[in-house]
Every structure is written in structure tokens, then in C-alpha cells.
């Protein structure tokens, strides 16, 4: 596993707030083009930093 860059944890923090964001817009929320935000949520995943999306339920 390589080491997280300032990107990476950009990244990060923004799919904590919201998991299910089109990549379109998490590109645009931490300020780089579509692809290669996609191409390092995809090695987050790999490397297992990125395990799973949850959906977090509030019961009333």
C-alpha cells in the first residue's frame, strides 16, 4: 500500500459525508478532472483503504 497523499485524504473526507456521490461531483468537490478522481477512488478501494459503503440508519 502506498502512502496517502493530501488528495487521497480530500477524497476521503468528502465520501465520509456522502458515499453515493457521482464521481462527477466528488471530482468537482475536491478540485480534480473525473478521471483521475476515479482512477484513485478505484486504488483506494484496492488497496483496502476503501472497504465498503454503508448506509448509516437513523431510526425515530
Not at 457521482?22 to 468537482?28: C, Q, V, Y
Not at 483506494?44 to 448509516?56: N, T
Amino acid at each position: 500500500m502506498n502512502k496517502l497523499d493530501r488528495m487521497d485524504y480530500r477524497i476521503l473526507d468528502v465520501l465520509q459525508e456522502n458515499g453515493r456521490l457521482p464521481i462527477k461531483i466528488l471530482a468537482d468537490r475536491v478540485g480534480i478532472s473525473v478521471s483521475p478522481c476515479w482512477q484513485r477512488v478505484k486504488k483506494l478501494e484496492k488497496d483496502g483503504i476503501i472497504r465498503r459503503y454503508i448506509a448509516e440508519i437513523a431510526i425515530e
